[in-house]
């Protein structure tokens, strides 16, 4: 699947730093350092059944998410969450792998896309 303009935005980070090029960029490279944590702390809590910790990391991030208009992540991060809490181990592995692979590739695309921005 390809990633096109529309599965992120930088507008609320334009409007919040009122057009600062600088703070957009180093907001973007701080939102994907944190994604590549959290994705390892998911994984770790979800290895050990800790699904209650994959709830919460999965809600923490769910603000984020809307700030860079990640709508399909959003969504997906609360399935996570209600899957955690229902105990669907097998469900909730297959959904932490689709989350692992969108959330890496839209990192890399934004990282990208934010050096562009003069």
């Known amino acids: 699947m390809s990633i096109d303009s529309q599965s992120y ?13 600088d703070n957009v960029k180093s907001t973007v490279n701080i939102f994907c350092s944190q994604m590549a944590l959290d994705i390892q702390n998911l994984k770790q809590h979800f290895l050990r ?3 209650s ?13 809307k700030m860079f208009h990640m709508m399909d992540l959003h969504q997906l991060v609360m399935d996570i969450e209600k899957t955690a809490i229902e105990g669907d181990q097998g469900l909730l592995g297959q959904q ?8 890496q590739s839209r990192c890399k695309l934004i990282l990208k896309e934010s050096e562009k921005l003069v």
Do not use: C, Q, T
């Open 96 to 103: 932490l792998e689709v989350f692992y692979d969108k959330a």
């Open 53 to 65: 910790s994959v709830k919460s990391f999965a809600h923490r991030m769910k603000p984020n998410l």
């Open 49 to 51: 059944k800790d699904f």
């Open 9 to 21: 935005s930088f507008s609320d980070l334009m409007e919040m730093f009122d057009g600062n090029i």
